[in-house]
T-cell receptor, first 118, second 112 residues
Framework: AQKITQTQPGMFVQEKEAVTLDCTYD???????LFWYKQPSSGEMIFLIY??????QNATEGRYSLNFQKARKSANLVISASQLGDSAMYFC???????????????FGKGTLLTVNP | NAGVTQTPKFQVLKTGQSMTLQCAQD?????MSWYRQDPGMGLRLIHY???????DQGEVPNGYNVSRSTTEDFPLRLLSAAPSQTSVYFC???????????FGQGTRLTVV
């Protein structure tokens, strides 16, 4: 069974500073994908970044980067130059890529609430 | 391009009532799923579908039914609403396993 752990219920960061949101995962699968989503107070789920377990380089998308350490089973999200609009709940999720449709589901962590202070 | 559309956005039910949450996507995605989000619990999978005519149970399926008669639509039925089903419900779709899931805007359901 897959499990995602986000150990930081809440984080605070000053505007324009960088912040790292932690995510560790547990799986016996060799091929899997890791996702980060942002959920602002309005409630929608916004996809941020994806990392495959066999990707050689860490994923980056604009101000978002994923610090992927496979041996430690961690996939931390780094947000550079934080903005007030980054204040939101952030979810780490994973999906097994091996077994076709039967393992299609995303397993989510419980989330980290990020607050960006001016 | 509308993406994933969920209706209604808000709903209040009385215990024992039934209802259907609608979900439609216009991206020709094979994979669709329903999640519920409860405070402190993250998102948990209720049911999912890997194509028209194919559905399966997720982590918390009890009290819910689904069907997938077309690629576009994936309705979630509450058979007999209970207060424990008070939650925010999200429908999601994906093109492939390695691509992100697109989420609907959510349905906030309250069962009294």
């Amino acid at each position: 069974a897959q499990k995602i752990t986000q150990t930081q219920p809440g984080m605070f960061v000053q505007e324009k500073e960088a912040v790292t949101l932690d995510c560790t995962y547990d799986t016996s699968d060799q091929s899997y994908g890791l996702f980060w989503y942002k959920q602002p107070s309005s409630g929608e789920m916004i996809f941020l970044i994806y990392q495959g377990s066999y990707d050689e380089q860490n994923a980056t998308e604009g101000r978002y980067s994923l610090n992927f350490q496979k041996a430690r089973k961690s996939a931390n999200l780094v947000i550079s130059a934080s903005q007030l609009g980054d204040s939101a709940m952030y979810f780490c999720a994973m999906r097994d890529l091996n077994s076709g449709g039967s393992n299609y589901k995303l397993t989510f962590g419980k989330g980290t609430l990020l607050t960006v202070n001016p | 391009n509308a993406g994933v559309t969920q209706t209604p956005k808000f709903q209040v039910l009385k215990t024992g009532q039934s209802m259907t949450l609608q979900c439609a996507q216009d991206m020709n995605h094979e994979y669709m799923s329903w999640y519920r989000q409860d405070p402190g619990m993250g998102l948990r999978l209720i049911h999912y579908s890997v194509g028209a005519g194919i559905t399966d149970q997720g982590e918390v399926p009890n009290g819910y039914n689904v069907s997938r008669s077309t690629t576009e639509d994936f309705p979630l039925r509450l058979l007999s609403a209970a207060p424990s089903q008070t939650s925010v419900y999200f429908c999601a779709s994906s093109y492939r396993m390695r691509t992100e899931a697109f989420f609907g805007q959510g349905t906030r359901l309250t069962v009294v």
